[in-house]
């Protein structure tokens, strides 16, 4: 083994794990209510600004230690990033519940639309940053090379997966999660049996704009920089990483994720790192061809 | 019912109060806080505004939902919009009136234009292109594109490259690029049509997108951001400029023995692309009447119906796609003459969503509202540019307002109506 093949699939499962936090957001509201949340994209980018606001004003009160630092900016991103993901619902998706099929996908576009000029004009077109946090490198000697893990690296790795963990808990174990599962089977039978299934859907979508927001402060972690177009290429590829895993599956979500984001930075860091996003998005297509139902989805029944 | 008649106020002031305390929540960490490298900057009375406004917004909202006219507006929204309106058999279009003035008024035109006037005018056009192509695609057919953007690119490249590799000119380039873009829609569109038809849209949103990177990265094949040149338009071999720039060629102005123009270019380009525009529009309003025309709207409205009466549901779909495609590669190429140099970042993902925003505000299916929405959309930034940083959220605005209060479109969609003919069985 060499070493820029370690070194790539340590970069690979970093953003890997990333792509599928932001892919759950995209297959459970593809999985409950049958349609491709565009902005979701832009959720994610808003959480990015939104991991930096938190960040400047805590260091402004004084807060300096990091994981009180990044406890309290965790939790200002995820409930103000949930809130914005309710209000979209609630604006742009709720009263088109039974509108024609086209008009939810055209909306969220305008959605997506909407939160990228907001940033932009309440933020400027500039790029952002974060200073860094989390100092520090493993390093390893491989061969004649060496290959580094930074501490951020690792850091998003584990609270990804704990992240994933929690969610897989919340669905598995919890009373909501109970509600969710009911409404993705049967959205007529679960409201028949008591579960107010607009609500449901609502919380699905502060989930999803949730572990969006955990994404956000992640990646925002680790390349320190980001712009308010920044929501667009990753919420792409998020959804690529959702259609790979089986769309409407939570566990394909988070593998199609890994999975992505390995076979990505392996492209990048082998073959031509320009052509990477080109490589992704022909993943997509490729997938779509031979496999649409992704590798632990159902295949799409048509029902009259 | 005479109970509820009467409105709450108290419900009123508690929407409000809520309302203002999700914005203020939502609002208050973007609009009220700005960054300023790792640092930040307080901004509380834009804030204030905001909130304002919604808070303002919604308690007319909820008093207006209350009263009679509301509460019917808010039941109709709920029911399911049937939307086509079906024309009686034989029924004659007021477009017929409409055009030969259209035709008149463009005759007159570049006898008064002047240069600014022409070239807003040509954009409004293309974009009437564009627009006409993406309707046929969304409109009619009920597939949504978002990568319509990467056979237009298709089309202003193919005119560049050609010229350059090839020495292909304009008028080569015409049917070239429709065959070329139409194509690209078929590779793209067969794999993916078969499918659910919400993929759709994100596999051409990220075929647009490959095709933007592919131009910007590719650099030895496109010259990468920095663009290409696009040769002038000639007619016959004439040329448009004052001299001209190939061996043996003559400017047109020299044969006809006229002194020189230079809005000449401007006006051959605004007359070609005024015939290609009405050629368009026929070829369109003959589609609909076809059959195929015809499946394309049944297949919008119920795939599963049109499966079991025997439709081939991807070749039908396939056909919309490509034809969409081969209008937006030949849009591409006059776009690609009119600007003399094109570059990648004419390409992004916002003109797609413009294009969207056309339709949907022109309405999905309808001609004359796409006409009439392209011109209102591009030539209507061309007068206000103060409100340029706002344009994206306007369309955005638009599109999310559209959809809720009528997501058929502004003008309503009617649709052919057919009798049996005389003397044939039913």
Not at chain 2, 301 to 328: P, Q, T, W, Y
């Amino acid at each position: 083994m060499d070493g820029i093949f370690l070194q790539q699939l340590i970069n690979g499962l970093t953003l890997g794990s990333v792509y599928g936090l932001i892919a759950i957001g995209y297959t459970m509201v593809y999985g409950i209510i049958g349609m491709i949340n565009f902005a979701h994209g832009d959720v994610y980018m808003v959480s990015a600004y939104l991991t930096a606001i938190g960040l400047a004003v805590l260091t402004f009160f004084g807060l300096e230690s990091f994981p009180f630092l990044i406890l309290g900016t965790l939790i200002f991103t995820i409930v103000v990033t949930g809130v914005y993901g309710w209000t979209i619902e609630r604006i742009a998706y709720k009263p088109l519940r039974n509108s024609t099929r086209l008009a939810p996908l055209i909306s969220a576009i305008g959605m997506s639309l909407i939160l990228q000029n907001y940033v932009q004009v309440s933020q400027g077109a500039r790029q952002q940053g974060v200073p860094t946090l989390l100092e520090g490198v493993i390093k390893f000697h491989v061969g004649t090379g060496y290959v580094q893990l930074t501490y951020t690296k690792l850091f998003i790795i584990i609270v990804s997966l704990v992240g994933m963990g929690v969610l897989t808990y919340i669905i598995q174990n919890t009373k909501l999660g109970r509600m969710c599962r009911a409404t993705q089977q049967d959205r007529k039978m679960a409201s028949i049996l008591g579960i107010n299934t607009d609500r449901v859907i609502s919380y699905v979508f502060v989930i999803g704009a949730c572990m969006a927001a955990l994404a956000g402060m992640l990646i925002t972690m680790n390349y320190g920089t980001f712009d308010f177009y920044a929501g667009f290429i990753i919420g792409i590829k998020a959804f690529t990483a959702a259609v790979l895993g089986g769309i409407g599956s939570l566990p394909g979500a988070m593998l199609g994720g890994l999975i992505l984001g390995v076979a990505e930075a392996q492209f990048a860091g082998l073959v031509n790192s320009d052509f990477k996003d080109v490589f992704s998005f022909s993943l997509l297509v490729l997938i779509l061809i031979f496999r649409p139902q992704g590798l632990m989805g159902k295949p799409h029944v048509a029902k009259v | 019912m005479s109970a509820s008649n009467s409105i709450d106020i108290k419900r009123c002031l508690i929407d409000t109060v809520l309302a203002g305390l999700i914005s203020l929540i939502v609002f208050g960490p973007i609009v009220g806080i700005v960054l300023q490298g790792y640092s930040f900057d307080l901004h509380p009375q834009r804030l204030a505004i905001l909130v304002g406004i919604v808070m303002a917004g919604r308690f007319c909202l909820s008093l207006f939902l209350q009263t009679a006219y509301g509460r019917k507006l808010a039941h109709s929204m709920q029911s399911k919009d049937s939307g086509v309106h079906v024309l009686p058999a034989g029924h004659k279009s007021a477009l017929r009136f409409v055009i030969p003035v259209l035709i008149l008024l463009a005759v007159c035109f570049p006898f008064f234009a002047n240069k600014y006037l022409l070239s807003v005018v040509i954009l409004g056009l293309i974009y009437v292109l564009l627009g006409l192509g993406l309707n046929i695609v969304v409109g009619l057919a009920g597939l949504l594109d978002l990568g319509f953007v990467g056979f237009y690119a298709i089309g202003a490249y193919g005119l560049g490259l050609g010229f350059e590799y090839l020495g292909l000119g304009f008028w080569a380039m015409i049917p070239l690029a429709m065959i070329l873009a139409a194509f690209a829609g078929a590779l793209l569109g067969f794999p993916v049509l078969r499918m659910h038809g919400d993929y759709l849209a994100i596999v051409t949103l990220g075929f647009g997108e490959i095709i933007r990177l592919v131009l910007n990265n590719w650099v030895s094949l496109t010259n990468g951001p920095n663009g290409i040149p696009i040769p002038g338009p000639t007619l016959f071999g004439l040329e448009f400029g004052r001299r001209a720039k190939e061996e043996g060629h003559i400017p047109i102005h020299e044969w006809l023995g006229v002194s020189y123009n230079p809005n000449a270019e401007l006006i051959f380009t605004f007359v070609v692309l005024f015939i290609v525009v009405m050629a368009v529009l026929y070829v369109k309003h003959r589609l609909t009447h076809m059959p195929v025309g015809r499946a394309w709207e049944a297949l919008r409205e119920d795939e599963i119906a049109c499966r079991a009466m025997g439709l081939n549901h991807v070749l039908v779909k396939l056909s919309a796609f490509m034809i969409g495609a081969s209008i937006a590669g030949l849009a591409g190429v006059f776009f690609a003459t009119k600007q003399g140099f094109i570059d990648p970042s004419s390409f992004t993902f916002f003109e797609s969503a413009l294009i969207l925003a056309i339709i949907v505000l022109g309405g999905l299916g309808s001609t004359l509202g796409v006409v009439i929405a392209a011109f209102v959309l591009t030539v209507a930034p061309e007068l206000l540019r103060s409100f340029a940083e706002y344009r994206v959220l306007m369309f955005g605005i638009l599109m999310v307002l559209m959809m809720i209060w009528r997501p058929r479109g502004l003008v309503r969609i009617s649709r052919n109506g057919y009798a049996i003919r005389k003397g044939v069985k039913p």
